[in-house]
């Protein structure tokens, strides 16, 4: 059993930041890709960023490019998404997620996910 778990959300001014983290339990995070998803109420759950087991690759969601920054930290079991410039309609909940299959921007490719943590953009 796998256990995924975010924090760092919160209430941010449009042009502001917030760095997420993601912490998993268990000894084998390194074997992992992972990724981060955001929910928008009456959404779907769509893809943001994902990362490879050793954090060499990374991916972003067009809407994300250029302003967030997924990484990891394998020795602390962690997983992180910078944002930078946030937007109101980046407001979501953010999820964190183990990725067991081959397609890194879908949402069936991810396995265990965490439980979320709210973020919102003011304007």
């Known amino acids: 059993q796998v256990l995924l778990v975010e924090s760092g959300g919160g209430l941010v001014q449009a042009g502001g930041s917030l760095r997420l983290s993601c912490t998993a339990s268990?000894?084998?995070?390194?074997?992992?890709?992972m990724g981060w998803f955001r929910q928008a109420p009456g959404t779907e759950r769509d893809f943001v960023a994902h990362?490879?087991?050793?954090?060499?690759?990374?991916g972003y969601a067009d809407s994300v490019k250029g302003r967030f920054t997924i990484s990891r930290d394998n020795a602390k079991n962690t997983m992180y998404l910078q944002m930078n410039s946030l937007k109101p309609e980046d407001t979501a909940v953010y999820y964190c997620?183990?990725?067991?299959?081959?397609?890194?921007?879908?949402?069936?490719?991810?396995?265990?996910w965490g439980q979320g943590t709210q973020v919102t953009v003011s304007s």
């Open positions: 268990g000894p084998t995070f390194n074997t992992y890709a």
């Open positions: 990362i490879s087991r050793s954090g060499a690759t990374t």
């Open positions: 997620a183990r990725r067991s299959g081959l397609m890194v921007d879908v949402r069936t490719s991810y396995d265990y």
